[in-house]
T-cell receptor, first 113, second 116 residues
Framework: QKEVEQNSGPLSVPEGAIASLNCTYS??????FFWYRQYSGKSPELIMS????GDKEDGRFTAQLNKASQYVSLLIRDSQPSDSATYLC?????????????FGRGTSLIVHP | KAGVTQTPRYLIKTRGQQVTLSCSPI?????VSWYQQTPGQGLQFLFE???????NKGNFPGRFSGRQFSNSRSEMNVSTLELGDSALYLC???????????????FGNGTRLTVT
């Protein structure tokens, strides 16, 4: 049973701080890693993807991947109240000529003014 | 470009009934996948279709089935509904099979199914 683990939170940070979200996965064959943001009552939207070890930066977001430790994280710099949402980690493996994602249950982030 | 469209947005059914949900992918996207989201289990993969063929299936009972039409629109059917089927059902489309490096998932707004 492939597992993707996230701390459910809530993670509460003050506005302007760095929010650090973490995710571990069980399947060493996993190939692609994604972070989705889901606002309450809305559908998930992709914010970051990472495929190789190291850091990937996009604006205020940085994804970090360590395949040896089976660990992926998301850093949000200068956190804003509009970042308050649930963040889903997704890990993808190749199967049947396609890519199958396994999602974590998400971490709730609250950014307070 | 229009996003992924799911209909209906809300459904209320009783145990034992069956239900059909519809998903229209982004124009040009040939892959459609379905997910069940519940507070207890999170977002779980149901199945994926590409060019009218089911590519993969998640760990759900046979009561859950789907199909894809030649225009890439997809339907999901759940027969003999159980209380535990109450969930948000999300459809996602991508240009290539699955969620790969060049083919992120684009989710629809979901169908909220309540089984009483």
């Amino acid at each position: 049973q492939k597992e993707v683990e996230q701390n459910s939170g809530p993670l509460s940070v003050p506005e302007g701080a760095i929010a650090s979200l973490n995710c571990t996965y069980s399947d060493r064959g996993s190939q692609s890693f994604f972070w989705y943001r889901q606002y309450s009552g809305k559908s998930p939207e992709l914010i970051m993807s990472i495929y190789s070890n190291g850091d990937k930066e996009d604006g205020r977001f940085t994804a970090q991947l360590n395949k040896a430790s089976q660990y992926v994280s998301l850093l949000i710099r200068d956190s804003q109240p509009s970042d308050s949402a649930t963040y889903l980690c997704a890990v993808t493996e190749r199967a049947g000529g396609s890519y199958i994602p396994t999602f974590g249950r998400g971490t709730s982030l609250i950014v307070h003014p | 470009k229009a996003g992924v469209t799911q209909t209906p947005r809300y459904l209320i059914k009783t145990r034992g009934q069956q239900v059909t949900l519809s998903c229209s992918p982004i124009s040009g996207h040939r892959s459609v996948s379905w997910y069940q989201q519940t507070p207890g289990q999170g977002l779980q993969f149901l199945f994926e279709y590409f060019s009218e063929t089911q590519r993969n299936k998640g760990n759900f009972p046979g009561r859950f089935s789907g199909r894809q039409f030649s225009n890439s629109r997809s339907e999901m059917n759940v027969s003999t509904l159980e209380l535990g089927d109450s969930a948000l059902y999300l459809c996602a489309s991508s240009s290539l099979p699955g969620q790969g490096a060049d083919s992120p998932l684009h989710f629809g707004n979901g169908t909220r199914l309540t089984v009483t």
